[in-house]
């Protein structure tokens, strides 16, 4: 426990804690208003709960007060808890980072954010939060990022690192992910990262767990950081001085959590009769602590017992003093959920609001007029100037710019690969990027790859041997020193440009997402591509939405994909993954079926994430080697490629009949297509690239139909179904849920029948699998050729 008498010299004076209060309390004002705002006074047609949360956001006032308004500097990043959004709307107005106007519609239609949002709040965003405990760990993978970029000169050196900043609620805690984030950064040795817990020991249902800080603190130490906990606020110091501070120390100490809470909400009286309960009459300065409790009125004794180190602004800046270097660091600041409100520490207070005869007595105690609520330093007891100045001041004020830039990084007309006459899109991608390792260059240089412990499995193995992988120190391969053979030669050094991790999917995505920021956070640009098995995307789905409501850019290749993993079985294919391609907003799906079109894809995916209007792209990949076209592509068909589809044998006009495939399945179609041609002569075979980028291409353009504003445009797949005749029938096949593909038919009213899988895989061969879901070239003939009901 940290002492605030105690330490170094501390960084802030009498003067600063004063006027650090007064902030405080006028954000606490702020935050409270916000809120009441939102559900009591703003128009409500729709009479549905517009929510906040006044008590989580009164927790962590002085924290954040401290933070913006004194430790921060202009390099660090934070992550603030989602209950948060409103005290850092507060402080980002106070600042002039944020108007009135977005205040005044928190949570509605263009207002500031209910969460934070790095997306759709004003720049002031470094990290979006809103799924617990997500907007913690990244901020341990930023860390890594920031690492990887300064070893490599990268980003300037001309100054201290920043700090990246978890403001953690305690129940966030019970997520996984956290604790799969703080293994696989500490085999990585991250530094300046600091993760603030506030400890109100409450959740959304109740209170947590007795003694849950001792379970944190050997959480946070067993994986090399330094835990600071900061349990008594200054008033409670003080009393600790006198005599019976001993006994009240001591019942704070042994005083349940969910009786503490009650108590808090209770006040004065309920304190002083508990204590008194709960201290043994035999203790030998037992007359100590009554005179003690007796020379505080009920209202002065409440303020110290509720005077826990998150809520005193000295205790909290001499913590943060306590930091000297950049181990990473944990804080547990104990905190009263509701703290100066009167829903303090009552157990529903999680999603409570105050009353509007509870707000207009909390906005007298406040000392602000009625009609002057939004005014920015209204009721403030110290000089406007004082204020003025201490914000000037603060370190963090200095920040010039929230979003970093570094140059575009330019990509090669073509991306080379050895041509094979037979080969799998998975090991394409491995050949493509091994040519990249070796061409060198600034492209060669700015790709990053991570993986959770499949590197190899994912033909990552060769860009390793070349680009090697990285780490703080130099690590020679051991099986190479003693001369053992082995096709991996892996050196890892911090010049290496592969980031090993865990089996664990959630840090993959978040380690892509604070890779996929590191222009926009740090000032350099990144390529970063993330491999892994395509049915386990699923299990990391919620920080892959995370890394692309951030606005992340990166390379996700998932392989192998489908019941063409055949042998592997049920829990190792992917269904779903192609609508996920298709849903994810922010991330676009590929599916190609043939080397140079993923030659084609992978080049247009390095510009795509460079795009302002650009996003992060995904790949399924697939491990089934076949024939390869002996073809030159030209400029149209690889245009055609990247828009998402192009004929590989076109249909004469008014055809009847077309075959549409996706992916792995193409020889099936192929060979459908071949069966049919005598009876259907100018059937056209339609490759499906990317379903997603055709789907989000008609929508788009249907969106502007319906506004009027679409000027004659025709979407991409319109062009592509335009020969057929108006009853022409189609037959579409993936390795995937049949929906990926079945929506084509709505396009120009075309009838379709979808096949896919829709169940769970099972073991076997990629024939006998093709053949039970029916994706095989005989069922795609004969679904060909049913006659559609009209």
Request: aromatic share 8%.
């Amino acid at each position: 426990m940290i002492d605030a008498g105690s330490g170094p010299a501390p960084s802030y004076s009498a003067d600063d804690i004063r006027v650090l209060e007064e902030l405080e309390r006028r954000v606490r004002w702020l935050s409270t208003w916000t809120i009441h705002n939102a559900n009591h006074l703003r128009d409500n047609p729709d009479g549905v709960k517009v929510g906040g949360h006044q008590s989580s956001c009164a927790s962590i006032n002085t924290i954040l007060t401290a933070l913006y308004f004194h430790v921060m500097n202009e390099h660090d990043r934070i992550a603030v808890k989602p209950h948060g959004s409103p005290v850092m709307h507060a402080i980002q107005y106070l600042l002039g980072n944020q108007s009135r106007e977005k205040l005044e519609a928190f949570r509605g239609f263009g207002g500031a954010q209910s969460y934070p949002s790095r997306t759709k709040d004003n720049d002031t965003v470094d990290f979006s939060t809103g799924s617990v405990g997500l907007g913690a760990a990244v901020t341990n993978f930023a860390a890594l990022t920031q690492d990887y970029l300064r070893m490599k000169g990268i980003t300037p050196q001309d100054h201290d690192p920043g700090r990246m900043i978890a403001i953690v609620g305690d129940a966030e805690l019970d997520e996984g992910n956290v604790y799969e984030c703080l293994m696989d950064t500490w085999k990585h040795d991250i530094r300046n990262c600091w993760w603030v817990i506030d400890y109100n020991r409450q959740s959304l249902d109740g209170v947590v767990n007795e003694h849950l800080f001792r379970v944190i603190g050997r959480m946070f130490r067993s994986v090399g950081w330094n835990v600071i906990t900061v349990k008594y606020g200054r008033l409670q110091m003080d009393a600790f001085k006198k005599p019976g501070g001993r006994l009240l120390k001591k019942f704070i100490n042994e005083c349940p959590n969910d009786v503490y809470s009650a108590l808090a909400f209770q006040g004065g009286p309920a304190w002083r009769r508990q204590i008194l309960e709960d201290t043994r009459a035999d203790e030998p300065d037992i007359g100590e602590l009554h005179d003690l409790l007796n020379s505080y009125s009920d209202d002065e004794l409440h303020a110290v017992m509720s005077n826990l180190g998150g809520h005193s602004m000295e205790a909290v800046l001499h913590a943060f003093d306590q930091v000297k270097d950049d181990r990473p660091t944990c804080f547990i600041f104990y905190t009263i959920k509701g703290y100066g409100l009167p829903l303090m520490g009552h157990k529903d207070n999680h999603a409570g609001l105050m009353t509007p005869e509870q707000m207009d007595a909390f906005r007298k105690a406040q000392n602000v007029r009625e009609g002057h609520e939004w005014d920015k330093f209204e009721g403030i007891k110290v000089p406007e100037a004082e204020l003025a100045s201490q914000m000037a001041k603060a370190p963090y004020a200095k920040r010039k710019t929230y979003r970093l830039a570094d140059q575009r990084v330019p990509i090669p007309e073509a991306l080379t690969q050895s041509r094979q006459e037979r080969t799998s899109t998975q090991e394409a991608f491995g050949r493509i990027l091994n040519e990249i390792a070796r061409a060198g260059g600034m492209l060669a240089d700015r790709i990053v790859t991570t993986s959770p412990d499949v590197t190899v499995s994912t033909n990552l193995g060769p860009w390793v041997n070349q680009r090697g992988l990285f780490g703080r120190y130099e690590k020679e391969d051991t099986f190479r020193e003693r001369k053992v053979p082995s096709a991996q030669k892996w050196t890892r050094s911090p010049k290496g440009q592969h980031i090993e991790l865990g089996i664990a999917e959630n840090d993959l995505f978040l380690n892509l997402a604070a890779l996929g920021l590191s222009e926009s956070l740090f000032g350099g640009r990144l390529l970063p591509i993330g491999t892994l098995y395509d049915p386990f995307i699923s299990r990391g789905l919620d920080a892959l939405n995370y890394a692309c409501y951030m606005g992340a850019r990166f390379m996700l290749v998932a392989t192998p994909s489908g019941v063409t993993l055949a042998p592997e079985g049920g829990a190792h294919q992917s269904i779903s993954t192609p609508l996920i391609g298709m849903g994810q907003p922010g991330l676009l799906g590929y599916e190609p079926s043939f080397a140079d079109e993923l030659a084609e894809i992978m080049r247009y995916g390095f510009n795509y994430m460079q795009d302002e209007d650009g996003g992060a792209i995904y790949l399924r990949l697939s491990t089934r080697p076949i024939d390869q076209p002996k073809r030159e592509l030209d400029d149209e068909t690889k245009r055609q490629i990247t828009l998402g589809g192009y004929w590989l044998k076109k249909p004469d006009p008014d055809a009847s009949l077309a075959i549409v495939y996706t992916g792995a399945v193409a020889p099936q179609a192929i060979s459908a297509h071949e069966a049919l041609a005598d009876r259907f002569p100018g059937a056209g075979l339609l490759a499906v690239t990317s379903a997603a980028r055709l789907y989000n291409d008609w929508q788009r353009v249907e969106r502007a139909r319906l506004k009027g504003t679409d000027g004659g445009e025709m979407a991409h797949i319109e062009d592509l179904l335009e020969p057929l005749a108006e009853k022409a029938r189609f037959c579409t096949v993936i390795d995937g849920h049949p929906a990926s593909l079945a929506w084509m038919g709505s396009v120009r009213g075309h009838s379709v029948a979808p096949l896919g899988v829709d169940n769970f895989g099972q073991t076997g061969t990629p024939r006998d699998l093709y053949d039970h879901f029916a994706i095989d070239a005989k069922s795609i003939e004969a679904a060909a050729l049913r006659v559609p009901k009209h």
